[in-house]
T-cell receptor
């Protein structure tokens, strides 16, 4: 039981490049989330998916897109990376009845 | 709306000292409250939770009591260890907003021997 896994662990991009961050969970959870963590800002919700086939914007969705590929996988795409997107990105999953979120180890992204 | 405000850091304590990290919240409904811990280079892990007023969550010597009258959920530990060095996040989840989580900004704790 791996919990929530994320790939890659670290990535360096040039401004304007695109990339997709992958997330998968093996806990059969319905809900999945993408956050970014910046110094002094805590965690801010980018997008979430309450169930397979649905996605909704969070607090800071601009510049990102998501895909809920199936119940296990939830990817985050940066179409044209900007230095302001330098951050640590966390994926999480939860079962609403339990109201606990489980986090992946994070992806550190540096945009030059 | 929903929000969480927690004590600014960083906090530096000597081993065996008493720890308090303050957390207050604003919520539109009846939230559940959480403390998460993040060790260096890792994701967040649930430390403890409380789902209704006057509940006390506890784990690994840490405690927090859900105080509705003061809208607070302060984290305490009687005797910290070097291994408790981490960043601590207070959070709430409110069914009225679709079970979204709202996190505080985090408080960095360093315990020195």
């Amino acid at each position: 039981n791996a919990g929530v896994t994320q790939t890659p662990k670290f990535q360096v991009l040039k401004t304007g490049q695109s990339m997709t961050l992958q997330c998968a969970q093996d806990m059969n959870h319905n809900s999945m989330y993408w956050y970014r963590q910046d110094p002094g800002m805590g965690l801010r919700l980018i997008y979430y998916s309450a169930s397979e086939g649905t996605t909704d914007k969070g607090e800071v969705p601009n510049g990102y897109n998501v895909s809920r590929l199936n119940k296990r996988e939830f990817s985050l795409r940066l179409e044209s990376a900007a230095p302001s997107q330098t951050s640590v990105y966390f994926c999480a999953s939860s079962e609403p009845s339990a109201r606990i979120q489980y986090f992946g180890p994070g992806t550190r992204l540096l945009v030059l | 709306g929903n929000s969480v405000t927690q004590m600014e850091g960083p906090v530096t304590l000597s081993e065996e000292a008493f720890l308090t990290i303050n957390c207050t919240y604003t919520a539109t409904g009846y939230p559940s409250l959480f403390w998460y811990v993040q060790y260096p280079g890792e994701g967040l892990q649930l430390l403890l939770k409380a789902t209704k007023a006057d509940d006390k969550g506890s784990n690994k010597g840490f405690e927090a009591t859900y105080r509705k009258e003061t809208t607070s959920f302060h984290l305490e530990k009687g005797s910290v260890q070097v291994s408790d060095s981490a960043v601590y996040f207070c959070a709430l989840s409110d069914r009225s907003t679709g079970n979204q989580f709202y996190f505080g900004t985090g408080t960095s704790l360093t315990v020195i021997p």
